[in-house]
Nanobody
Protein backbone atom coordinates (compact mmCIF):
# COMPACT_ATOMS: atom_id res chain seq x y z
CA UNK A 1 0.00 0.00 0.00
CA UNK A 2 1.34 3.41 -0.97
CA UNK A 3 1.19 5.83 1.91
CA UNK A 4 2.95 8.30 4.17
CA UNK A 5 2.75 7.83 7.91
CA UNK A 6 3.70 10.38 10.54
CA UNK A 7 4.68 9.35 14.05
CA UNK A 8 6.32 10.76 17.14
CA UNK A 9 3.68 13.23 18.24
CA UNK A 10 2.66 13.54 21.85
CA UNK A 11 2.30 15.87 24.79
CA UNK A 12 5.24 17.84 26.17
CA UNK A 13 5.81 20.78 28.49
CA UNK A 14 6.84 24.15 27.12
CA UNK A 15 10.54 24.06 26.40
CA UNK A 16 10.44 20.35 25.66
CA UNK A 17 11.43 18.45 22.55
CA UNK A 18 9.88 15.98 20.16
CA UNK A 19 11.11 14.13 17.11
CA UNK A 20 8.55 13.51 14.39
CA UNK A 21 9.07 10.93 11.69
CA UNK A 22 7.55 10.72 8.23
CA UNK A 23 7.84 7.28 6.69
CA UNK A 24 6.88 6.08 3.26
CA UNK A 25 5.60 2.69 2.27
CA UNK A 26 5.19 1.51 -1.29
CA UNK A 27 7.55 4.15 -2.67
CA UNK A 28 11.00 5.65 -2.01
CA UNK A 29 10.72 8.90 -0.10
CA UNK A 30 14.22 9.94 -1.13
CA UNK A 31 12.95 10.54 -4.67
CA UNK A 32 10.75 13.44 -3.62
CA UNK A 33 10.87 16.78 -1.93
CA UNK A 34 9.23 16.58 1.49
CA UNK A 35 7.46 19.19 3.54
CA UNK A 36 6.18 19.33 7.09
CA UNK A 37 3.00 21.25 7.80
CA UNK A 38 0.83 21.93 10.78
CA UNK A 39 -2.76 22.90 11.33
CA UNK A 40 -4.88 23.99 14.25
CA UNK A 41 -8.68 24.01 14.19
CA UNK A 42 -10.07 27.00 12.37
CA UNK A 43 -6.78 27.95 10.72
CA UNK A 44 -5.18 27.20 7.40
CA UNK A 45 -2.55 24.51 7.16
CA UNK A 46 0.89 26.14 7.18
CA UNK A 47 4.21 24.93 5.92
CA UNK A 48 6.91 24.88 8.59
CA UNK A 49 9.84 23.02 7.07
CA UNK A 50 10.83 21.43 3.81
CA UNK A 51 13.76 19.57 2.33
CA UNK A 52 14.58 19.29 -1.35
CA UNK A 53 14.76 16.08 -3.30
CA UNK A 54 18.54 16.03 -3.14
CA UNK A 55 18.65 17.11 0.48
CA UNK A 56 20.75 20.17 -0.33
CA UNK A 57 18.09 22.75 0.45
CA UNK A 58 15.97 23.25 3.53
CA UNK A 59 13.53 26.02 4.34
CA UNK A 60 11.83 26.93 7.60
CA UNK A 61 8.97 29.09 8.70
CA UNK A 62 10.41 32.06 10.58
CA UNK A 63 8.53 31.05 13.72
CA UNK A 64 10.39 27.72 13.93
CA UNK A 65 13.79 28.70 12.49
CA UNK A 66 16.55 27.71 14.87
CA UNK A 67 14.27 25.42 16.90
CA UNK A 68 13.21 22.83 14.31
CA UNK A 69 15.46 20.74 12.05
CA UNK A 70 14.38 18.68 9.07
CA UNK A 71 16.56 15.87 7.78
CA UNK A 72 16.47 12.75 5.65
CA UNK A 73 17.08 9.28 6.98
CA UNK A 74 19.76 7.11 5.42
CA UNK A 75 17.15 4.44 4.78
CA UNK A 76 15.64 6.56 1.94
CA UNK A 77 12.20 6.05 3.45
CA UNK A 78 12.07 8.58 6.27
CA UNK A 79 12.27 12.28 6.92
CA UNK A 80 12.44 13.52 10.47
CA UNK A 81 11.52 16.81 12.08
CA UNK A 82 13.36 17.45 15.31
CA UNK A 83 11.59 20.06 17.39
CA UNK A 84 13.08 21.71 20.44
CA UNK A 85 12.14 24.58 22.76
CA UNK A 86 8.51 23.87 22.02
CA UNK A 87 6.03 26.63 22.76
CA UNK A 88 2.27 26.60 23.31
CA UNK A 89 1.78 28.04 19.83
CA UNK A 90 3.48 24.97 18.33
CA UNK A 91 0.54 22.79 19.36
CA UNK A 92 -1.13 21.44 16.22
CA UNK A 93 -1.62 18.41 14.06
CA UNK A 94 1.56 17.91 12.06
CA UNK A 95 1.52 16.49 8.55
CA UNK A 96 4.16 15.50 6.04
CA UNK A 97 3.71 15.54 2.29
CA UNK A 98 5.66 14.86 -0.87
CA UNK A 99 6.40 17.14 -3.80
CA UNK A 100 6.91 15.31 -7.09
CA UNK A 101 7.23 18.33 -9.38
CA UNK A 102 9.91 20.67 -8.03
CA UNK A 103 13.54 20.65 -9.19
CA UNK A 104 16.03 18.56 -7.24
CA UNK A 105 17.51 21.45 -5.29
CA UNK A 106 14.31 23.32 -4.52
CA UNK A 107 11.72 23.09 -1.80
CA UNK A 108 8.75 25.21 -0.84
CA UNK A 109 6.60 25.80 2.21
CA UNK A 110 3.54 26.31 0.05
CA UNK A 111 0.92 23.59 0.36
CA UNK A 112 0.14 24.03 -3.34
CA UNK A 113 3.45 22.39 -4.23
CA UNK A 114 2.48 19.17 -2.49
CA UNK A 115 0.07 17.39 -4.80
CA UNK A 116 1.55 13.90 -4.43
CA UNK A 117 0.97 12.23 -1.07
CA UNK A 118 -0.08 13.47 2.36
CA UNK A 119 0.01 11.64 5.64
CA UNK A 120 -2.84 11.51 8.14
CA UNK A 121 -1.10 13.67 10.73
CA UNK A 122 0.22 13.33 14.26
CA UNK A 123 -0.93 15.44 17.20
CA UNK A 124 1.49 17.62 19.13
CA UNK A 125 0.22 19.03 22.41
CA UNK A 126 2.05 21.53 24.57
CA UNK A 127 0.78 21.67 28.12
CA UNK A 128 2.22 23.21 31.29
Amino acid sequence: QVQLVESGGGSVHPGGSLKLSCASSGFTLALYGVGWFRQVPGKKREGIACISKNGATTEYLDAVEGRFTISRGTDKRTVTLEMSDLRPEDAAVYFCATDNSSPRGFCSLSTERYQHYWGQGTQVTISP
